[in-house]
């Protein structure tokens, strides 16, 4: 059972287009919603996080979105590039068990 | 600063045979994880150690085993290989909520039993 369900499982966008990623979950012990960017041979790295008291966070071009009514939160990427190729993951902190669960996992695919 | 390391960066097994995959961290985070990332999958947690001394069942643990006797150092053991562990295996280490800081991955562990 998927703590954290994410879609799509892969996104291919034209450059210069919006990428859009959605993740949805269920345990209220979840505070802290970090994603990650995941190039091929590399581990995976903070993109941007956000915690439940805001409803939305921008860095540069990304942006997530939090509803926590909903348990739901997206990262959109703005003006998207051949560069954000990469796979990307949001996950969910556990305060209960002090651990981080993940989603499976986005391709994006931008082309050129 | 290497941050995380893992080693080895890649290894081949035969089914029973066993090995230890060696996490080392020098930012002295208290949090260490093992993770395997299979595709589809996402990274789903094996164990973990919330510090030195410590180590905790994750999402998958069957067939793993743990040791945190240092705090730089967190090992993953394979007792008895099995196929179904050809995996890519992340060690990610976590400073604590309190530090509003992410978790630092290292570069995987590329694993293939036979």
């Known amino acids: 059972q998927q703590q954290v369900k994410q879609s799509p499982q892969s996104l291919i966008v034209q450059k210069g287009g919006i990428s859009i990623i959605n993740c949805a979950y269920e345990?209220?012990?979840?505070?802290?919603f970090p994603w990650y960017q995941q190039f091929p041979g590399k581990g995976p790295a903070l993109l941007i996080a956000?915690?439940?008291?805001?409803s939305e966070k921008k860095e540069g071009r990304f942006t997530i979105s939090f509803n926590k009514s909903a348990k739901q939160f997206s990262l959109h990427i703005m003006d998207s590039q051949p560069g954000d190729s990469a796979t990307y993951f949001c996950?969910?902190?556990?305060?209960?068990?002090?651990?981080?669960?993940f989603g499976p996992g986005t391709r994006l695919s931008v082309l050129p | 600063n290497a941050g995380v390391t893992q080693t080895p960066k890649f290894r081949v097994l035969k089914t029973g045979q066993s090995m230890t995959l060696l996490c080392a961290q020098d930012?002295?985070?208290?949090?260490m994880y093992w993770y395997r990332q299979d595709p589809g999958m996402g990274l789903r947690l094996i164990h973990y150690?919330?510090?030195?001394?410590?180590?905790a069942k994750g999402e998958v643990p069957d067939g793993y085993n743990v040791s945190r006797l240092k705090k730089q150092n967190f090992l993953l053991g394979l007792e008895s290989a099995a196929p179904s562990q050809t995996s890519v295996y992340f060690c990610a280490t976590w400073p604590g909520r309190e530090s509003n800081q992410p978790q630092h991955f290292g570069d995987g562990t590329r694993l293939s039993i036979l």
């Open positions: 956000i915690r439940p008291d805001v």
């Open positions: 345990n209220t012990a979840f505070d802290y």
């Open positions: 996950a969910a902190f556990d305060n209960y068990g002090q651990n981080f669960v």
């Open positions: 150690s919330v510090g030195e001394g410590t180590t």
């Open positions: 930012m002295n985070h208290e949090y």
